[in-house]
């Protein structure tokens, strides 16, 4: 299984077509524990059925997250993947899957969470055989919450301790993604009290990303979602909105990221949308 072609992967979240791709698999999220809320941002789970119908690739455009995820085929955890990559459904099957808040990976891991970047490592070289216990728990049970007591007792037989450096990391990230006026990492490194070059340590210890590309995939998702909206869209006050210096320079980014311009994109979307049949309610 690799980052580009594997399974259900890291689809917790950074789903594009959302509505279009509720025709296909059903999606849904879950709080933690209280006891694990320090490290685990949410629980997902995926169950489709597309016996009788071709394969269904979804494209993902990735959060600064790392995702611990059970499937048929294994269990595994996957670190921030750097670009927009697919996902492949077929058959009938369903997955679970652990999305880790930014930073809170890090306890139950033995090195910088950057040496996971664009990686699928198999979950038995972080958690050892009681991951593939946990995969026969997970993929035996037929509710959600069965699947995610699986997922749960596995975290919690590691032992995580909090840590305050993991909690102020969490922080930062969240001021990213819902200040769209935090648009330099000098003004970040501010917000935290420390130097440029100590924040970037600290997130490629915790995240696995520098802070520069945090805030650059929060404005990518911003605009995808607009997109992704099916209402006309102001793209040169969209740009300003997201602090792009230009339209021209936000077309570039999303055009590098997800291959095509924010119009055409936006075109295509309209066009599936209105192909797929009646709205799913949320």
Known sequence: MNAATGGAGSMGAGVLRAEAAATRFGLSRHPPPDDLAPFVDFF???RWDLRGQPPY???????????????????????????????????KDKALGVRFRPGG?????????????????????IFGPAADRAREVVMAATS?????????????GTSPRPDPMAEQVAGLVERITSDPALRRVADLADVA????????????DYVGVPPKWVMRRARLHEAALRA??????????LAADLGYADQAHLTRDFTATLGVPPSRYACRGATASGASGPRRPA
């Not at 033995?110 to 070289?125: C, M, R």
């Not at 009290?193 to 490629?204: H, I, N, V």
């Not at 992704?228 to 006050?237: P, R």
Request: glycine share 8%.
């Open 44 to 46: 997902w789970v995926v």
């Open 57 to 91: 690739e979804q494209a993902i455009l990735p959060h600064p997250n790392v995702n611990l995820a059970f499937e048929a085929a294994g269990a595994a955890v996957y670190g921030v993947d750097r670009k927009i990559f697919t996902r492949q459904l077929s058959g």
């Open 105 to 125: 990976f890090r306890p139950f891991c033995s090195g910088p969470i950057s040496t996971l970047n664009d990686l699928v490592v198999p979950a038995v070289q």
């Open 144 to 156: 959600d919450d069965g699947m995610i007591a699986g997922a749960v007792d596995l975290l919690r």
């Open 193 to 204: 009290g420390m130097s440029e070059r100590r924040l970037q340590r600290l997130f490629a």
């Open 228 to 237: 992704d909206a099916g209402a006309v869209v102001d793209w040169a006050a």
